[in-house]
């Protein structure tokens, strides 16, 4: 007996198709031995048939783990993109454009066909009985996600970029233990009437003591002398920071600078927050935040913009740094540029013929994206997101 496989192939193309088409040719042999022989593979055509869909009766709770981690890392990796490419577009003077994720929808579908079949012919002599057998499989995988885009617009624009974030939200970063040295200097443009840098109206310097006091509330932060506790008083909530009657002497001397600097009166050890450059009472501490669209400005005019861009007038020239300034008058974020892509940058993207990145290893900068995107987060507090119509079809 001889037994040949006339075809055996696999196709795969865009819907994974598999075909195995199999021929049997037994010569010589009687009658029911091909029968016997046809028998078997339009069996082993249903036993194959009957793996495949056991094997895919269920693939939505497989696929959980694995689409939530890559959704999630991809969402992670296109808003660190956004947000470097719209500093870069303020630079140049272009107008920020953001886009939000509303819904992801991932869509599977699976098709498996399975089919077999068998012929036997019996012919009296010189004629030899033959039988022949075929048995086939094609299988179909879809996956078609609906991903819905919202354009930031409307309120939602007004509200994520130009409203100032509230001073209770800064504070409650900074006492769930955020480095004030961080927080302040991004967020905050004064401190009852001590101001911080600005390019408004031009570059002007910090004030002399708002860094000493940026540093003072660092060291209050890590000595554990205040906390933040919000409190119902009429339809408002209002924040109140409390600054610890009792403190080592060291401590002591940080805590009467920022009393004496911020001409603060504390009632039982009470500050009450308050929006707006200038105090209205002793116990209050006014903070001046700024908008996202601020904080961003401030952060695209300290981008290293490269020479040929600058002499055709596209931006204005780069800041020439003092060699003796304060540390925390450095940029926050330092964004390089240069005509070719980095070999190893935290996000990169290219605008205008050059590419801007931030490097993996300066990690004083790559913490200052993460708060700038948890700074939209707590600037569109109160907004009522909109949800997108979505139409999925029944597959």
Aim: charged residues 15%; proline residues 7%.
């Amino acid at each position: 007996m001889s037994l040949t496989c006339r075809a055996m192939r696999f196709l795969v193309g865009g819907d994974m198709r598999n075909a195995v088409t199999a021929k049997v040719i037994d010569d010589g042999v009687s009658f029911r031995r091909a029968m016997t022989l046809a028998r078997f593979y339009i069996g082993l055509g249903f036993v194959l048939f009957g793996l495949v869909v056991a094997g895919c009766s269920s693939i939505g709770p497989g696929s959980v783990t694995r689409d939530r981690v890559d959704y999630a890392g991809a969402m992670s990796d296109s808003w660190k993109e956004q947000l470097l490419q719209n500093i870069v577009r303020l630079r140049y003077g272009d107008p920020p454009t953001f886009m939000d994720v509303s819904s992801v929808v991932s869509a599977y579908q699976i098709a498996v066909q399975a089919s077999a079949g068998a012929t036997a012919n019996f012919g009296a002599p010189p004629n030899v009985a033959n039988g022949t057998g075929a048995l086939g499989v094609t299988g179909a995988y879809t996956d078609r996600p609906t991903i819905s885009y919202t354009p930031l617009s409307g309120q939602k624009f007004a509200v994520s970029l130009l409203k100032p974030i509230p001073p209770a939200a800064i504070f409650s970063l900074i006492a769930a233990g955020y480095p004030a040295d961080v927080t302040i200097p991004l967020t905050v443009s004064a401190l009852n009437g001590v101001y911080n840098r600005t390019i408004q109206g031009g570059r002007q310097p910090a004030d002399p003591e708002f860094y000493p006091l940026v540093e003072a509330f660092r060291r209050l932060q890590l000595s554990r002398s205040f906390s933040l506790r919000l409190e119902k008083r009429g339809a408002e909530d209002v924040a109140i920071v409390l600054l610890a009657p009792q403190v080592k002497p060291e401590v002591r001397q940080d805590l009467e600078f920022v009393v004496k600097t911020l001409k603060l009166k504390p009632e039982h050890g009470e500050v009450v927050l308050t929006g707006g450059a200038v105090q209205q009472g002793g116990n209050q501490l006014a903070v001046l935040s700024r908008s996202m669209l601020q904080i961003l400005n401030q952060i695209a005019s300290e981008i290293e913009a490269p020479a040929e861009q600058v002499s055709k007038g596209r931006t204005y020239a780069n800041a020439e740094a003092d060699p003796n300034s304060n540390p925390l008058d450095l940029p926050q974020i330092l964004i390089h540029s240069g005509p070719t892509a980095p070999s190893d940058a935290y996000t990169a993207v290219r605008n205008r013929g050059s590419w801007y990145w931030i490097d993996d290893g300066d990690f004083k900068s790559k913490r200052a994206v993460a708060f700038l995107l948890l700074f939209f987060s707590l600037a569109e507090s109160g907004v009522v997101p909109t949800a997108p119509v979505l139409t999925i079809p029944v597959q």
